[in-house]
């Protein structure tokens, strides 16, 4: 059996995630002092409700080897021969090096995909992934089936605000400044050749 392993950053919703057998590994939202692992102690909902209530900023960090470790070692335990594991672009985060290191001490074959994005565009890979698998693909016939999905994906997010690409480090103080003096709504493409 091959297991399908992600990040939450996918943003797959739980019927999908639970239908299609997918493990997730949380990542990490930080909120002021508090620590919550993402979709295990804070579900989208809340945190979309905080995002907009609450006057502090998130800021997230990447699940750590233990973790990955943890739903190799479950997915072993329910039988799993092989697995594949997806994680948010490498260019984002340092996810993916520590699925890599995971992988490399994993008892079984594990392979790991740069999904080159965040969010759906993770989360797509990852169904196409699913799909795949349920379909009988190997785990190489899977790797070529995301390839071509990601091959032509486009994500296009629009922002009302500036205050998240300040806090996240994307912008500076003065770009923020003189950005919110000029209304500035900024519109940013994601390049799934380079994540």
């Known amino acids: 059996?091959?297991?399908?392993?992600?990040?939450?950053?996918?943003?797959?919703?739980?019927?999908?995630?639970?239908?299609?057998?997918?493990?997730?590994?949380?990542?990490?939202?930080?909120?002021?002092?508090?620590?919550?692992?993402?979709?295990?102690?804070?579900?989208?909902?809340?945190?979309?409700?905080?995002?907009?209530?609450?006057?502090?900023?998130?800021?997230?960090?990447?699940?750590?080897?233990?973790?990955?470790?943890?739903?190799?070692?479950?997915?072993?335990?329910?039988?799993?021969?092989?697995?594949?594991?997806?994680?948010?672009?490498?260019?984002?985060?340092?996810?993916?090096e520590m699925a890599k290191r995971a992988a490399d001490a994993a008892p079984i074959p594990v392979s790991v995909i740069d999904s080159k994005g965040p969010t759906m565009t993770l989360g797509w890979q990852v169904l196409a992934a699913a799909r795949a698998r349920d379909q009988g693909a190997s785990r190489e016939e899977i790797h070529q089936k995301v390839a071509e999905g990601r091959e032509k994906m486009v994500q296009v997010v629009a922002m009302q605000t500036l205050d998240y690409l300040q806090t996240g480090g994307r912008i500076g103080d003065a770009a923020k400044w003189v950005g919110t003096l000029l209304r500035v709504k900024p519109v940013v493409t994601i390049n799934h050749q380079t994540g």
């Open 1 to 96: 059996m091959l297991a399908i392993i992600c990040d939450s950053t996918c943003d797959i919703p739980q019927p999908m995630i639970e239908d299609y057998d997918i493990h997730v590994v949380p990542q990490y939202v930080i909120w002021g002092e508090e620590q919550y692992r993402d979709r295990v102690d804070i579900q989208p909902k809340e945190f979309y409700q905080r995002l907009v209530s609450d006057k502090v900023r998130p800021t997230t960090s990447q699940a750590t080897l233990g973790d990955f470790k943890e739903v190799i070692d479950r997915v072993v335990e329910k039988g799993a021969s092989e697995a594949i594991i997806l994680t948010v672009s490498s260019a984002m985060s340092g996810t993916y």
